[in-house]
C-alpha cells in the first residue's frame, strides 16, 4: 500500500509504502497516529484514495465497494461543460484490503521532521529526462550517432 503524506506547512507531499494494509476500517475524515509508516508521534487526517482498479474514494457512498453514481463534476471526474453529469465508478469512502493509494495530511507533528524519515532519493541524470527527451535520445543511438544522443538539448520548463 502507497501513502502519500502532505505537509500542509512546507506544502510539500513525501511517499511511503507499506507491504501490509495499514489503516484498514478508518472511513475519509478520520484522524490516524502514523507511527505504522515510521513517523512517531504524526497525527494524520485520512482525505482520500484509489483501489487497485483506480477508481477515487468518494465521501458519500459508505462501505468499501465500487460503485457508478451518476453526479456532477467533483471527485472522479472532471467536466469539459458547464452542467455536464456523467455516470462513473468511484470507490467507498473506508479503506479496505483493495486499496492501493491513501493519502494523508498532517495535522500534528512529532518529534523528528518529516523530511528525515521520508526523504526522497535522488533521480538519476535518466529519469530527469522528460519522455519527449528520452524517445529523441533512443532515436538517436538507434541510428548509430550515441554522440549524438549525449547531447540532447534540455527542454525550458
Not at 6 to 32: I, R, W
Not at 89 to 110: A, F, H, Y
Not at 111 to 138: F, M, N, P, Q, Y
Amino acid at each position: 500500500m502507497k501513502f502519500v503524506v502532505s505537509d500542509p506547512k512546507s506544502g510539500k507531499a513525501y511517499s511511503a509504502t507499506s507491504d501490509t494494509a495499514l489503516f484498514v476500517g478508518k472511513k475519509l475524515g478520520e484522524t490516524v497516529q502514523l507511527d505504522a509508516i515510521g513517523l512517531t508521534g504524526f497525527e494524520a487526517k485520512v482525505t482520500g484514495g484509489s483501489g487497485n482498479q483506480g477508481f477515487p474514494m468518494h465521501q458519500s457512498i459508505h462501505g468499501t465497494g465500487v460503485k457508478k453514481i451518476f453526479s456532477m463534476p467533483g471527485v472522479g471526474f472532471k467536466s469539459t461543460k458547464k452542467g455536464l453529469k456523467k455516470r462513473f465508478s468511484v470507490r467507498g469512502n473506508t479503506i479496505g484490503e483493495d486499496v492501493s493509494q491513501v493519502n494523508l495530511v498532517v495535522t500534528k507533528e512529532g518529534a523528528v521532521k518529516i523530511t528525515d524519515v521520508l526523504k526522497g532519493r535522488e533521480l538519476t541524470e535518466e529519469e530527469k529526462l522528460s519522455a519527449k527527451e528520452r524517445l529523441i535520445k533512443k532515436s538517436l543511438e538507434a541510428a548509430g550517432s550515441a554522440e549524438l544522443g549525449s547531447g540532447v538539448k534540455k527542454a525550458k520548463h
